[in-house]
């Protein structure tokens, strides 16, 4: 039996989560540096970007492997650690290199710092003194795109040219102030042309909808109703654990819809421009609270299905009354399992945790959160698309970066929104993660789950029904999003932008095609005395 005074609480929560998923909803863009599609390529200036691992070794000693990224022009780098030359590194004189340099540079690679002139400046001098590369220490974190000016129209430039963030390159600049031997290698591998864990993460976008969608009926053993769509609470029996009508359903509408984007909006910008540690923390909390409350359902849906008797046994507790035996060992072991996640959230290992939170989360928000028809779902999923494509393609244009991609990135500190599954690029030299918003499954997941109620309801099979056709539906969209990633050189991309026309799109279509459009439209609006009626 579930807890009478917790329910009451559960819609709210379900509101506030549906709020943090939509803030979550983009596709990651990929760390790699894009090409710089805005510049005219001109001879000696076509290069196209790169990451570049800058290993290095003080007095003999490896140290950090730092990220840079390669200019525009120079000399292309190695693709192997094998093919890349072990090179002390010299300061120059002047720091900034932008006259001739009165240091010894003669086959080294060169350190200088940016300002003063153009990078191509920095370049011809490093090359003029016979330096073997160049390196240039940004001032700040972020990796600038080294360009060509608009009068480098015979630029030849024939050694590498590479920036590093500040922070790395001072510490070895401060080596190098203070007598150290610092060698560095320069390289540039590349990416596996097919990313196995973007795979694994498609597989496991898909599959979290068709679980939520098989959920009720094959889990929870709830028989799904003709009528299901009358969704509000029903009286009912005050005995048994299996009373589906003690379900408390939040029934999604138009007008809804509309302002939860507006309010969604609203939030967004406040992170925007309040985004700190603790809005972190709050959020890391939250997601926490909602990743517990979403394991514990599950647990004891398992569990009572495996075991009947387990979720009939009910105990008296002081100020919650009777709750459900099972829920009284499992609800601590969720709550230990949230905290071990946020205690060591930066391991290695730590995408596991978030994974299993997030994906419990999801299902329990999809078991509470219905769409009634495609009326309130054409209203929900285009409000969602036209906020994924402005907050992410045209927010640029207004607050000179991407809203979306900047919030869900996290504060200074490295602390990011955890409303999202990630997976370790195990195959990727460059490391980082593959990641999907909670909203890139949630807000299609709405619809592919009434797709599932309406078959049941109308008793259509596979192939006549609409669940199957939007479940590969959402499939393809989400290899659209990842290929869109792909072809747009790791620029990030508003995966709803792909998986509206992908799921929306084809029960809409599918709908029209049958002549039974009207019917998805309006479906559920039919008045309380015509049940057991066809519309």
């Known amino acids: 039996m579930a807890i009478p005074r917790r329910r009451e609480l559960l819609l709210p929560a379900v509101a506030a989560a549906l709020l943090l998923l939509l803030l979550a909803g983009r596709a990651a863009a990929d760390d790699a540096s894009s090409d710089d599609r805005g510049h005219d390529a001109s001879p000696g200036c076509n290069n196209k970007f790169q990451l570049v691992k800058v290993k290095n070794w003080v007095n003999g000693t490896q140290g950090t492997t730092v990220v840079g990224l390669s200019a525009r022009f120079g000399s292309p780098l190695p693709r192997t650690v094998d093919g890349a030359q072990r090179t002390f590194a010299a300061l120059t004189n002047p720091p900034d290199l932008c006259s001739n340099s009165t240091s010894k540079l003669t086959n080294s690679i060169a350190l200088v710092a940016r300002g003063g002139c153009p990078f191509t400046a920095k370049a011809e001098f490093a ?156 959020l890391i909390v939250l997601f926490c609270i909602g990743g517990t409350e979403g394991m514990h359902v599950c647990l004891v ?47 290695s290992f730590a995408w596991i945790g978030q994974d299993i939170l997030g994906i419990c989360l999801m299902i329990t928000v999809l078991q509470m959160a219905r769409l009634p028809n495609i009326r309130v779902a054409s209203a929900l999923l285009s409000a969602a698309f036209v906020y994924d494509i402005f907050w992410v393609f045209i927010s640029p244009l207004i607050f000179h970066e991407s809203v979306m991609i900047a919030v869900a990135s996290g504060d200074s500190s490295g602390e990011a929104i955890p409303m999202l599954l990630r997976i370790p690029r195990f195959f990727d030299p460059w490391g980082g993660y593959d990641m999907i918003g909670f909203g890139d499954i949630i807000f299609p997941g709405l619809l592919v789950a009434f797709s599932y109620r309406f078959d049941r309801a109308g008793k259509k099979g596979i192939l006549n029904g609409y669940f199957l056709w939007l479940t590969v539906g959402y499939a393809v969209g989400l290899f659209l999003t990842y290929l869109a990633l792909f072809l747009m050189d790791g620029h990030g991309q508003p995966a709803l932008l792909y998986l509206v026309p992908c799921t929306l799109g084809v029960i809409v279509v599918l709908g029209w095609i049958r002549g039974e459009l009207p019917h998805l439209w309006n479906y559920g609006r039919r008045p309380e005395n015509s049940v057991g009626e066809e519309v």
């Open 127 to 282: 090359q003029a003194a016979g330096a073997a590369g160049l390196v240039i220490i940004n001032d700040d974190e972020e990796l600038y795109k080294m360009v060509c000016g608009d009068n480098d129209t015979s630029l030849n430039v024939t050694i590498p040219v590479v920036m590093v963030p500040h922070s790395a390159g001072k510490n070895l600049k401060d080596l190098l102030d203070h007598g150290a031997k610092v060698e560095v290698q320069l390289y540039s591998p590349n990416r596996p042309v097919v990313d196995l864990s973007a795979c694994f993460l498609w597989l496991m976008a898909v599959g979290t909808i068709v679980c939520a969608s098989l959920w009720s009926e094959f889990v929870a053993c709830e028989q799904i109703d003709e009528h299901y769509n009358q969704l509000t609470r029903q009286p009912g029996p005050n005995s048994g654990t299996n009373n589906t009508q003690d379900k408390e359903i939040l029934e999604i509408t138009a007008k809804g819809a509309g302002v939860f984007v507006i309010v969604a909006s609203v939030f967004l910008l406040l992170l925007f421009y309040f985004m700190s540690s603790w809005v972190a923390w709050l």
């Open 301 to 347: 849906t398992i569990i009572s299905r495996i075991n009947k008797d387990w979720g009939n046994n009910t105990v008296q507790l002081p100020f919650y009354g009777e709750v459900l035996a099972l829920s009284v060992g499992i609800v601590p072991f969720c709550t230990v399992f949230a905290i071990l996640w946020v205690v060591y959230r930066h391991s």
